[in-house]
């Protein structure tokens, strides 16, 4: 563990943030509100991100990455110990149902999930009767998993020490290594289909619910207690919105800014450089896509744990394909949510661990324009089609394979019964793995980042105060404690508690570590 510098002379202390994902905003709205002069670079024209808006010259408006907007506690914390209120700033759409699950087979059965638990029961025994009495059991255990597990997820891991709390100790046992997501739900459900209707959301972190550790059952717990939301715009509109906040606070946010490295005098962060010019700043965080910017940012001898070696050896979640589609006329009868889960889902996460490319894939659509019609011209609908896939480890040629799997992802629109939606494409955009990485600087093209595996996980991940260096935070989906929105607010909570410790900042509540 590296020890916290001495605090810096100069007060208040200057701060700069790289990247305007949901860490850094998170970041740079905390920092500013205890009282640093924040600097947000983004590469980008826009803030947010993956969690950004696509808006189109034709009106159409798309979520760019994550279309769930799940447990905004940490953020309404955030957003209130900021001076601000999220609710006002942000119209959140509470969802129910919440998704629809379309299980294809021999007896195709389709379910609406809702967080009504007397509802969700019915729809569970659609797939199996006698599953139905497990959801309220799942709920229990998963409930007391969340609560004991909390304090695990709300500190830093800097060494082994930090296992030795008694409350992490306490939290641990929940962690059962031994065990995946899918294994844990056999002790409440005994249906493949209705353990894969509470598994696929590790899907979330990249991962199958087969390898996926057995804690990430807490995943469709909280859907189920607190909620899936619609941000009204987008999951976009919540990027904005704390932007907003944070210029209010006076952070200086420069779109267009993209950083080039770290400057360091000796082990210590002194700065950022933009455009062959230094701007100085007593600490930096960073919430650049981990194994795309830190290999540039920072030099590998103050990141021994992380060299350029052991970056490219990690591993890595899956990709994506991506089509946005806008859609002359309404799509009546679609859900906001729709998931379509394969026969063998169970092969196709098989093919996609091996590198290879799925050909009879499960697809996620999003047909949001229902619930929210700003997102659409009048008379028109979007779709937002995902296609999970191999990262560019799996080396396939996106160039040639693009136009063949676009046909296929219309294709499998079809077997949801949107038989008609070609001839009503106004609009398409298309992101393949490649282009997650070529243009959204995502490492290789891994859409969840390092995956969230047992050897990835706690002080096995990069840590939030990073490498050898002082004055180095990282905050995102590649540190403590991991992908996925809430989680990445909660670790821009330990990273700034981390820096505002170590420069002498009196404000946050101390974290352990």
């Known amino acids: 563990m590296n020890a916290p510098f001495p605090a810096v002379a100069s007060s208040p202390p200057r701060v700069a943030v790289i990247g305007a994902g949901p860490g850094g905003l998170a970041s740079a709205m905390l920092l500013a509100a205890n009282g640093a002069r924040v600097t947000l670079f983004e590469r980008d024209d826009v803030v947010g991100g993956r969690t950004r808006t696509l808006t189109t010259p034709a009106g159409y408006k798309f979520d760019s990455g994550p279309t769930f907007f799940l447990y905004p506690r940490i953020l309404r914390e955030i957003f209130a110990s900021c001076g601000a209120d999220l609710d006002a700033e942000v119209d959140l759409i509470r969802l129910d149902p919440q998704y629809r699950l379309m299980f294809e087979g021999a007896n195709p059965v389709t379910i609406d999930a809702t967080p009504d638990l007397d509802r969700m029961a019915t729809e569970i025994a ?17 409930r007391a998993k969340l609560a004991a597990f909390r304090p695990v997820l709300e500190r830093p891991f ?11 100790m306490k939290g641990l046992r929940y962690l059962r290594p031994w065990a995946s997501v899918n294994d844990d ?22 991962m199958s619910p087969f390898r996926c550790p057995s804690l990430f059952t807490i995943l469709s717990f909280l859907e189920y207690e607190h909620g899936i939301f619609h941000p009204r715009g987008g999951c976009g509109a919540v990027s904005d919105a704390m932007a907003r906040v944070a210029t209010r606070l006076g952070v200086d946010i ?6 080039e490295r770290i400057a360091f005098q000796g082990n210590r962060a002194v700065g950022v450089e933009v455009a062959g010019q230094r701007h100085d700043a007593d600490a930096v965080v ?5 194994a795309h910017a830190i290999p540039g940012l920072m030099p590998e001898a103050l990141r021994p744990q992380w060299s350029d070696a052991k970056i490219a050896k990690a591993r890595y979640s899956c990709s994506t394909f991506m089509l946005y589609l806008g859609i002359e006329g309404p799509l009546p009868g679609v859900a906001h949510h729709t998931v379509l889960l394969a026969e063998d889902y169970e092969r196709n ?30 008379g028109h609908s979007t779709l937002y089609v995902l296609v999970p896939v191999p990262n560019l480890i799996g080396g396939a040629d996106w160039a040639a394979e693009s136009q063949r799997y676009r046909r296929l ?39 969840f980042n390092l995956a969230h595996d047992v050897r990835q996980m706690l002080h096995f991940r990069p840590r939030n105060r990073f490498g050898k260096a002082e004055g180095v935070y990282l905050v995102g989906g590649g540190t403590h404690p991991g992908s996925g929105l809430p989680v990445i607010y909660e670790g821009a909570r330990i990273s700034t508690r981390l820096l505002m410790q170590d420069l002498g900042m009196a404000a946050m509540p101390a974290v352990p570590g």
């Open 126 to 142: 659609k797939l199996n009767p006698a599953d139905a009495a497990g959801l309220r059991s799942f709920m229990a255990d998963n």
């Open 158 to 168: 800097h060494g082994m020490a930090a296992y030795l709390a008694p409350d992490v």
């Open 185 to 206: 739900l056999k002790r409440h459900f005994r249906d493949p289909r209705t353990r894969l209707a509470f598994t696929f959301q590790s899907k979330y972190l990249g």
């Open 254 to 259: 420069r779109l267009g800014a993209g950083v």
């Open 286 to 290: 960073v919430n650049a896509d981990f």
């Open 349 to 378: 996460l098989r093919q996609i661990e091996g590198g290879e490319i799925p050909d009879n894939p499960s697809i996620y659509v999003q047909a949001a324009a229902g619930t929210d019609p700003s997102l659409a011209p009048a």
């Open 409 to 447: 992802a219309l294709d499998r629109l079809k077997a949801m019964g949107l038989h008609d939606i070609e001839a009503r494409i106004r609009y398409e955009r298309m992101v393949t793995p490649q282009d997650w990485q070529d243009d959204f600087a995502v490492g290789y093209g891994a859409t």
